[in-house]
Nanobody, 119 residues
Framework: QVQVVESGGGLVQAGGSLRLSCAAS????????VGWYRQAPGKQRELVAH???????NYAGSLKGRFTISRDNAKNTVYLQMNSLKPEDTAVYYC?????????????WGQGTQVTVSS
């Protein structure tokens, strides 16, 4: 079993920054890819950024340049650095980890972390 836990959310003023962390724990797994998603009230969950074990990254077009995804493989942790935050970035941010255990792939979601940007 793998657990995925997000942290680092909070309340910040517009123009500020936050760094979110997504930590995967367990045994016998390797991370294939990790994605950060967000869901604002009344809206669908959307992809924010994504990174693979090969090191490739991609971002939602509107966020590239303000958000940066990075990873610490030794800690099984992926970060989302968010700069120049805007009120419209307010949402619950979720982490999704695609992992391999033996010959099988699995998808795990964290519980989410609230990000609130005040104007």
């Amino acid at each position: 079993q793998v657990q995925v836990v997000e942290s680092g959310g909070g309340l910040v003023q517009a123009g500020g920054s936050l760094r979110l962390s997504c930590a995967a724990s367990g045994s016998g797994f390797s991370i294939t890819a990790v994605g950060w998603y967000r869901q604002a009230p009344g809206k669908q969950r959307e992809l924010v950024a994504h990174t693979t074990s090969g090191g490739s990254t991609n971002y939602a077009g509107s966020l590239k340049g303000r958000f940066t995804i990075s990873r610490d493989n030794a800690k099984n942790t992926v970060y989302l650095q968010m700069n120049s935050l805007k009120p419209e970035d307010t949402a619950v941010y979720y982490c999704n980890a695609l992992v391999q255990i033996g010959d099988y792939g699995y998808s795990y979601w964290g519980q989410g972390t609230q990000v609130t940007v005040s104007s």
